[in-house]
């Protein structure tokens, strides 16, 4: 074998091996997958109107259900505090409030994400009193701070 003929195999091999490691450098990259849910985790401005007490403005904090990826908590819901929270189902762009009970008051409820920094919510508060005075229909915007 000539010399030309061993820098054109060594030539031909340096290169296969750089393919090769380029590849292989490619194939073991881990792709993180993202939460869509990420991107409403934080504070927010809740203006909201209920037919009990009319209108007011206060801040919830909106986090991720760790156990279930379609699932959200606001705290502070309804005003009733930091350590109280309801769960917010998604589902594409629609929320939904299953009935539950949150600091002995019955909610349910639903609405829609209107954009990455708005909700719109529109749910029923039920105090357990009875009659017609128990029940408190509520709209709320939730804007992204």
């Known amino acids: 074998m000539n010399s030309t003929q061993k820098n054109f195999r060594n030539t031909a091999i340096f290169a296969l091996l750089l393919f090769l ?6 194939d073991s990259e881990t792709v993180t997958p993202t939460d869509d849910r990420d991107k409403y985790i934080g504070t927010w401005s809740c203006a909201e109107t209920s037919s009990k007490s009319g209108g007011s403005t206060f801040d919830v904090t909106i986090r991720k259900d760790v156990n279930e990826n379609s699932q959200l908590f606001i705290d502070n819901f309804y005003l009733l505090g930091s350590t109280h929270a309801a769960l917010v189902k998604k589902s594409g762009n629609s929320l939904s409030l299953p009935t539950q009970s949150i600091s ?16 719109n919510l529109s749910y029923t508060v039920n105090d357990g009193s009875g009659g017609s005075s128990a029940i408190d229909n509520c709209t709320a915007t939730l804007t992204k701070k």
């Open 21 to 26: 490691a380029s590849y292989a450098s490619n």
């Open 104 to 119: 002995g008051n019955t909610v349910q409820g639903s609405g829609s994400i209107v954009s990455d920094t708005k909700w």
